[in-house]
């Protein structure tokens, strides 16, 4: 693994620099998206960074509730760029409600959003494998294959590599089979369906699983159920969400309201 990268005199944790770069090219990358289903891509990436705003001082408040000792002894903690003491179920439902709020005040439609979204959720999930891939985090189950990695003592199962692959592969897939995108809500169905197929399979190599009765993974069983709603939902969004042509007009793509 490979904490820190150093210029010089300085010595920058690389996991946090890599989340930073992952959610930087990933806010490109749907900003040039939105621009293809003709969505205001500054509206878009402000509304990204309004729920992460949101929801980075949501889940900082809900740590804080669960341990309030921790932070009455050192009030100025609370400003602590310390991802450990974050609450991530109470930060992602706060920034569900911002990204919500923030879309219906702007008028943003559903589903051309989730698509414009889904490159940039791509790549912030590729460079997220890369920060795992530095830290040492997800690591994998003991192995004698040949491209294996000594972490934690023992060769493992590159799984970090394998999710940076695979995504990395799914992402090139969705660019260009989204070069003339609908809008209907498919492109993002995609992009989590592959997430989850893709961590169903990586977690049978990894060595931090949680597990369940008769060592069944947890994150498999959610991913499966991920990927059934997908696919059950898939159809149905096709057909509803296809955008009707106007007669004598060819360019279907929805527009943003505000156009």
């Not at 990436?45 to 809900?62: I, Y």
């Not at 994998?140 to 040949?146: E, F, H, R």
């Not at 997908?230 to 149905?236: F, G, I, K, N, Q």
Request: proline fraction near 7%; charge should be positive; aromatic fraction near 10%.
């Amino acid at each position: 693994m490979w904490p820190y990268l150093h210029l010089g005199p300085l010595a920058l944790r690389l996991p946090g620099l890599l989340w930073l770069v992952g959610l930087w090219l990933g806010l490109e990358a749907a900003s040039r998206q939105a621009t293809r289903l003709r969505l205001s891509g500054e509206r878009l990436t402000n509304m990204v960074l309004w729920a992460l705003g949101g929801g980075v001082v949501a889940a900082r408040l809900g740590y804080a509730l669960h341990y309030p000792q921790a932070f009455l002894q050192a009030p100025l903690s609370l400003l602590a760029l310390n991802p450990q003491t974050l609450e991530p179920t109470i930060g992602g439902l706060a920034a569900l409600l911002v990204a919500v709020a923030y879309g219906q005040r702007h008028r943003l439609p559903l589903r051309p959003t989730l698509d414009a979204l889904a490159p940039g959720f791509l790549v912030l999930a590729f460079f997220g494998a890369l920060a795992n891939a530095s830290s040492g985090d997800a690591y994998g189950q003991p192995t004698t294959l040949p491209w294996g990695i000594e972490l934690w003592g023992a060769r493992r199962h590159p799984t970090q590599f394998y999710d940076a692959l695979l995504t990395a592969a799914l992402l090139l897939w969705l660019w260009r089979a989204t070069q003339h995108p609908r809008g209907d809500g498919a492109g993002f169905l995609q992009a989590v369906g592959g997430l989850a197929a893709i961590r169903l399979f990586t977690e049978a190599f990894r060595g931090d699983s949680l597990t369940l009765g008769g060592g069944v993974r947890l994150a498999q069983v959610m991913a499966a159920a991920v990927l059934l709603a997908v696919v059950a939902l898939y159809p149905y969004w096709r057909e509803r969400g296809a955008p009707a042509t106007p007669q004598g007009k060819g360019d279907a793509r929805p527009r943003d309201r505000n156009d």
